[in-house]
């Protein structure tokens, strides 16, 4: 068929003017589209028009969409639950010590780790501002023994103390666990400066260690899983051991008070993932701020 005689088909199929003098709509006219096939198939050549490809940008949408709950969600939930128990150690920092760094070691700490993971200022003054304002909570320290024989010692913040108490209880019984007051005695309060590891051996750390005045360092990682070395000292020498290692040319992550075990446990793979299970579930709990324990993590 050639193309002039499509046009003229396809004029006979448009809807007819309303007659002007009969005053009545004219009879319905059945709207004949063509076939899907003929939207991008001209009848009139012998060669098909490439087809308009529409799937590939649905795909990006969705692969977009994937990418951002299954990669950003998660980063996002855990950094807003860091921040949340950043907000709790603020806290307990101003009940302790008064709401001014200057006059305040551990909060200045504290704010300074705030910093150090990007933590918003507005969220820090407004921690700081609750922590004076709103009704006093009390801070409690629970020991507890874990998988595989494991010590814990979790620190809670709560304005309840018997409910906390309950469901810390709870939370250990459900996970093969039990509270111990014995297991406090396991672990003291110390003062931990946390360098990046990159690049630094153990001989190197150990130099490093007794040049800055630290009475022990330890190896481990940091929630990325990237390298950290913890220079652990008295309490009252933390100023100069954290000023020792910057001088040392050591690029500071955190510093402040800590509790650190006496001794280490090594548990084995089953051990260790329902220890893990454990002390994520007790880090879950909003009350809980944070949770320490004694396992020896083998590189």
């Not at 760094?101 to 407004?126: F, G, T, W």
């Not at 250990?172 to 014995?182: E, F, K, M, P, V």
Request: glycine share 6%.
């Amino acid at each position: 068929m050639t193309g002039a005689a499509v046009l003229r088909a396809l004029r006979t199929l448009r809807p007819r003017t309303l007659a002007a003098t009969s005053g009545r709509l004219p009879a319905p006219v059945e709207c004949v589209l063509p076939p899907a096939s003929c939207v991008l198939y001209s009848p009139w050549r012998t060669a098909p028009v490439r087809t308009l490809q529409l799937c590939s940008a649905l795909c990006a949408g969705h692969n977009k969409w994937s990418k951002v709950k299954h990669i950003k969600g998660p980063k996002d939930e855990a950094r807003g639950k860091i921040f949340m128990k950043f907000a709790m150690m603020i806290k307990i920092a101003v009940k302790e010590g008064g709401s001014n760094p200057d006059l305040n070691i551990n909060l200045a700490h504290v704010l300074e780790q705030c910093r150090s993971k990007n933590m918003p200022k507005a969220s820090i003054d407004a921690a700081i501002k609750s922590a004076e304002k709103t009704k006093p909570a009390s801070q409690h320290i629970f020991g507890a023994r874990g998988p595989g024989g494991c010590l814990l010692l979790i620190e809670v913040l709560t304005d309840n103390h018997p409910r906390s108490h309950q469901e810390i209880k709870r939370l250990l019984i459900r996970n093969r666990a039990a509270l111990s007051d014995g297991a406090c005695h396991n672990f003291s309060r110390r003062g931990v400066v946390v360098v990046l590891g990159q690049n630094v051996s153990t001989e190197r750390a150990l130099e490093l260690a007794i040049e800055a005045g630290a009475e022990d360092v330890q190896e481990t990682e940091d929630e990325e899983e990237q390298p950290v070395l913890q220079f652990i000292c008295d309490m009252t020498d933390l100023r100069k051991v954290r000023a020792s290692l910057e001088e040392l040319g050591m690029q500071i992550t955190s510093a402040g008070l800590d509790y650190v075990p006496r001794t280490l446990l090594s548990l084995d793979q089953d051990q260790l993932d329902a220890a893990s299970t454990l002390i994520e579930a007790l880090n879950d709990y909003p009350d809980v701020v944070r949770v320490w324990d004694n396992i020896q993590t083998d590189s």
